[in-house]
Nanobody, 124 residues
């Protein structure tokens, strides 16, 4: 069973920083794109940032450009999100997402996996 486990959420004042991490575990053959999404109360889930397997391509939502940094450590099967200059509108549940390949015998499957989410609250 493949899973993603996030950590690092919490309460922070506006202007502060938080770091999120997300570790993949299970029977993993390879991990392709990884990313962070968020969902604020009453709103749809939205993309925050994505990163390709060799970190060659990184994308950010316009709302977080210049404040958030996504990175990954393939040896640790972990993706990170460093969040600086946080604003109250960044308050949301943050979800980790990854495209993970599993190999069973000679059958390769590619799965889209979501983490359980971690709450980030930014007070004004």
């Amino acid at each position: 069973q493949v899973q993603l486990v996030e950590s690092g959420g919490g309460l922070v004042q506006a202007g502060g920083s938080l770091a999120l991490s997300c570790a993949a575990s299970g029977s993993i053959y390879s991990i392709n794109d990884m990313g962070w999404y968020r969902q604020a109360p009453g709103k749809q889930r939205e993309l925050v940032a994505t990163i390709t397997s060799r970190s060659s391509t990184i994308n950010y939502a316009d709302s977080v450009k210049g404040r958030f940094t996504i990175s990954r450590d393939n040896a640790k099967k972990t993706v990170y999100l460093q969040m600086n200059s946080l604003k109250p509108e960044d308050t949301a549940v943050y979800y980790c997402n990854a495209e993970i390949a599993t190999l069973t015998g000679d059958i390769l499957r590619v799965l889209e996996i979501w983490g359980q989410g971690t709450l980030v609250t930014v007070s004004s």
